[in-house]
Each structure stands twice: as C-alpha cells, then as structure tokens.
C-alpha cells in the first residue's frame, strides 16, 4: 500500500465533552477517552519531544538537504527499532499511535506503510554507506578532505540523536570521533593496498606484479 502523501493535513482531533459546573444530574458510566486508549508504553515514549507539532515541513526539509532519507523515514525506522519485541517490531501500534508518538506526524498509518517506510530507510542507509565507503577508498579525497567528510557527517549525526532525546556526553563525542577516525584510517590503507601494484599470495605470501605470468 502507497503511505500517505507527505504534504498531509493534520487529523483535527475534537475533544470529549465535559459536564458543566454545578450539573448534579447523574451521568453516566464514564466511556473511555482518547487518551486511556493510547498503549502505556505509547503515553511514555519521549523521543521526538524538542520537535513542535506541525513542523514536518521544517523537518523533511533539512533531512532533504544534509541527508538521503526524509522525516517520514526517520521517524518510523526510529519507532521500529524502539518497539521491537522477541516477536519482531509492533508495526500495528506503530501505525495506530503515529501522531501520538511523534509530535510531526499528523496521522495513523497501516502497518503496510510503516513497514514501506522502514525498508525504504534501510535501502538507503546502504546505498549511502556504500557510495561513501567507495569514495573513501578510491583515492578520490585526501586525508584531509576526508576528515572533513568524517566531521560534517559526525555533526549532522549527532544532532539528530540530540533532536531525538538522546544525552550525548561530551566525552562520548570526543571518544565516538576518535573511533571513527581510526576506522577511516584504516580504511584507507586497506584501500591503498587493494590499489596496489603488487598482489600477495593468500596460499604462499608470494609477491608478485599484476603482469606477470
């Protein structure tokens, strides 16, 4: 099923009627609200909270201009991975509780879309890690350039966990960058050793040139 479009209008919610002051009238057994049908767990969730509602635009927007995925797919790959059980993810109640659980989202999806949603997240988180992986091994930056690669995706990073409800300590930055410079440096003496000219034998550790019979 095709989610719905991103430029959706928020769901007007109208309230439960409250008795007047002073009505000594008998009222009925009290119906459950909108608010006692929501999940427990749902009434919990925190994440999300420094995003106002109605700012979906805002959002999608710088999403759309520093990364690949948008607000929609952020948002539900987050819900996933919190709501995960033994079982799988809780796509039903993901769907059912969408505005409750993420103040942008303005409403109810079909598990068939929060699934959509998610896959279309996953694919391309690994089509960026591979487009960024090829860049760095293919000598196309100098350490330097990559640095600033490293630095500016590490920036963009970290304020979506911090937009998430996510404490970062900042001796948990310094540690995550220090890290993640190490890997990338060791990515690209990897890479320059692929490049190379001479080939290693796996079986007896002779060297030998690409020409060579």
């Not at 996953?122 to 350490?143: I, N, P």
């Amino acid at each position: 099923m095709t989610p719905p479009p991103e430029d959706e209008e928020p769901t007007r919610v109208v309230s439960s009627h409250e008795p007047d002051e002073g009505d000594e009238s008998e009222s009925p057994d009290p119906q459950p609200t909108e608010s006692s049908a929501v999940p427990e767990d749902v009434r919990k969730y925190e994440r999300f909270t420094k995003i106002e509602s109605g700012t979906y635009d805002r959002a999608n927007e710088f999403l759309r201009e520093r990364t690949y995925i948008t607000a929609r797919e952020w948002a539900i790959a987050r819900l996933c991975a919190d709501f995960r059980t033994e079982t799988g993810v809780e796509m039903t109640k993901i769907g059912e509780n969408l505005p409750e659980l993420v103040p942008f989202m303005t409403d109810t999806y079909t598990p068939q879309a929060v699934n959509q949603a998610r896959a279309s997240f996953e694919e391309k988180v690994r089509k960026a890690g591979a487009t960024f992986l090829y860049g760095a091994m293919s000598d196309f930056f100098t350490a330097e350039e990559l640095d600033d690669v490293m630095y500016e995706s590490t920036e963009v990073a970290k304020f979506l966990l911090e937009v998430e409800g996510v404490d970062l300590a900042v001796e948990d930055e310094m540690e995550a960058e220090d890290r993640i410079s190490t890997v990338m440096r060791e990515v690209r003496e990897h890479s320059a050793a692929l490049r190379h000219d001479e080939v290693c034998c796996p079986e007896c550790g002779h060297e030998f040139g690409v020409d060579e019979k």
